[in-house]
Nanobody, 122 residues
Framework: QVELVESGGGSVQAGGSLRLSCAAS??????????MGWFRQAPGKERERVAF???????IYADSVKGRFTIARDNAKNTLFLQMNSLKPEDTAMYYC??????????????WGQGTQVTVSS
């Protein structure tokens, strides 16, 4: 059983920063070899792709966050991060960590965290 647990969400003013973390655990899940990523979903909106990082730590970002967000991974600690700077009210959403069983980020994610809320006020 694979478990992903997010933390680090909160409320900030526009222009502020937050750092999200996602701790992965579970037997048989070799975290370092798989693509990991972040999604977000705002009330009344569809789930949106935010950022992804493959097993070689190559990253992909949504245009809406490019230049403001940075995804990173610590394979020694089985932890995924999302550094969010210059936050905007439109970044307000529930942020979810997702884990793949593929090394490359091909869009298939098998494991999900419970989410952490990010609220940005203007």
């Amino acid at each position: 059983q694979v478990e992903l647990v997010e933390s680090g969400g909160g409320s900030v003013q526009a222009g502020g920063s937050l750092r999200l973390s996602c701790a992965a655990s579970g037997s048989g899940y070799t975290y370092s070899t798989y693509c990991m990523g972040w999604f977000r979903q705002a009330p009344g909106k569809e789930r949106e792709r935010v950022a992804f990082i493959d097993f070689r730590s190559r990253s992909i970002y949504a245009d809406s966050v490019k230049g403001r967000f940075t995804i990173a991974r610590d394979n020694a600690k089985n932890t995924l991060f999302l550094q969010m700077n210059s936050l905007k009210p439109e970044d307000t959403a529930m942020y979810y960590c997702a884990g793949s069983v593929n090394s490359y980020c091909d869009g298939v994610y098998n494991y999900w965290g419970q989410g952490t809320q990010v609220t940005v006020s203007s």
